[in-house]
């Protein structure tokens, strides 16, 4: 057998790693070309009965000297104004023209999670100590800082970025290379409100664009999608010299991450009267809570 020459194995890569950052760069191109016409005013959004609106709460005080009537309709009219005035609708729609694409994506990643990354998380749930899994998924948490450094930074929250910082230290050194999470243990240090592009492209009032289901990714907007290029670059683990050796990484830390989430998404499915609406709009309001955070 002929040796393969020195360094083409290493040149391989290399070419790979160029094409993925090109590819990535070009879809960045064009997710901001395509953000002028896909993105809609919540005034120019017709409603539909799948675009559920997001809620928010606000505090009401009962009036003290108002006397409760004993009709049980007056009764039940009072308690339908009370929620009323509870729950304030908060009209942020997101437009959905991808929405075969989105269904689909959405039927895919249902299937993947079913038959492949919930049967894995479990045998590795049952093969692993709870201290290994928590040490892994605290030393990605910690590998990733960069990101939320920069996204603290450039949404002007100083006291945050100090904090991310002085978290990346204690645990990278106390904790054991980001294993231990003794950050936690220390009052001074605030908790970290994991920042990341999406959410300054939405402090910076860039709207959402249009909803998009990615797979294996799952749920996102064109703004996050965008967001989650630029993230990507910040990321230490996609500098990682080898495809095959960043493809095994990234698949250890999801099937790492989801063994903490098993059971979630099967109570939002069984609950939903459609779960791909559900879904949507859960996802629209985890994002929107994180932005005003």
Same mark, same amino acid.
């Given at each position: 057998?002929?040796?393969?020459?020195?360094?083409? *194995?290493?040149?391989?890569?290399?070419?790979?790693?160029?094409?993925?950052?090109?590819?990535?760069?070009?879809?960045? %191109?064009?997710?901001?070309?395509?953000?002028?016409?896909?993105?809609?005013?919540?005034? #120019?959004?017709?409603?539909? =009965?799948?675009?559920?609106?997001?809620?928010?709460?606000?505090?009401?005080?009962?009036?003290?000297? @108002?006397?409760?009537?004993?009709?049980?309709?007056?009764?039940?009219?009072?308690? $339908?104004?009370? !929620? $009323?005035?509870?729950?304030?609708?908060?009209?942020?729609?997101?437009?959905?023209?991808?929405? #075969?694409?989105?269904?689909?994506m959405f039927h895919f990643n249902d299937k993947l999670y079913f038959w492949v990354l919930?049967?894995?998380?479990?045998?590795?749930?049952?093969? #692993?100590?709870?201290? !290994? *899994?928590?040490?892994?998924?605290? %030393? %990605?948490?910690?590998?990733?800082?960069?990101? *939320?450094?920069?996204?603290?930074?450039?949404?002007?929250?100083?006291?945050?970025?100090?904090?991310?910082?002085? *978290?990346?230290v204690v645990n990278t050194t106390a904790g054991c290379l980001g294993f231990g999470n003794?950050? $936690?243990?220390?009052?001074?240090?605030?908790? #970290?409100?994991?920042? $990341?592009?999406?959410?300054? %492209?939405?402090?910076?009032?860039?709207?959402?664009?249009?909803?998009?289901?990615?797979?294996?990714?799952?749920?996102?907007?064109?703004?996050?999608?965008? &967001?989650?290029?630029?993230?990507?670059?910040?990321?230490?683990? =996609?500098?990682? @010299?080898?495809? @095959?050796?960043?493809?095994?990484?990234?698949?250890?830390?999801?099937?790492?991450?989801? =063994? !903490?989430?098993? &059971? @979630?998404?099967?109570?939002?499915?069984? =609950?939903?009267?459609?779960?791909?609406?559900?879904?949507?709009?859960?996802?629209?309001?985890?994002?929107?809570?994180?932005?005003?955070?």
């Open positions: 057998m002929v040796p393969e020459p020195k360094g083409t *194995r290493r040149a391989f890569d290399d070419m790979n790693k160029k094409q993925m950052n090109n590819l990535l760069l070009i879809l960045l %191109f064009f997710a901001v070309l395509f953000t002028g016409c896909a993105h809609k005013s919540v005034k #120019s959004l017709p409603e539909t =009965s799948d675009d559920a609106p997001l809620t928010r709460f606000r505090e009401t005080k009962p009036d003290q000297g @108002e006397q409760t009537p004993s009709s049980p309709d007056v009764e039940d009219s009072i308690e $339908d104004d009370f !929620f $009323d005035d509870e729950f304030e609708v908060y009209q942020v729609q997101v437009a959905d023209p991808l929405s #075969s694409w989105n269904k689909g919930k049967p894995l998380a479990k045998g590795y749930m049952a093969i #692993s100590p709870g201290y !290994f *899994r928590r040490g892994a998924k605290n %030393f %990605f948490y910690n590998l990733t800082m960069p990101v *939320r450094l920069v996204n603290c930074l450039l949404q002007g929250k100083g006291n945050a970025a100090a904090s991310e910082f002085s *978290r990346f003794p950050a $936690d243990q220390n009052p001074d240090i605030v908790v #970290s409100t994991g920042e $990341d592009l999406g959410q300054t %492209f939405g402090k910076y009032g860039i709207g959402n664009g249009f909803y998009i289901v990615w797979p294996i990714l799952g749920p996102s907007t064109l703004r996050d999608s965008v &967001g989650l290029v630029g993230d990507f670059f910040l990321n230490p683990l =996609s500098y990682v @010299e080898y495809s @095959e050796t960043w493809v095994a990484v990234k698949s250890f830390d999801l099937v790492n991450q989801t =063994s !903490f989430h098993i &059971g @979630e998404y099967e109570a939002l499915k069984n =609950s939903a009267l459609d779960p791909y609406v559900a879904l949507r709009n859960s996802y629209l309001q985890y994002r929107e809570k994180k932005i005003k955070e």
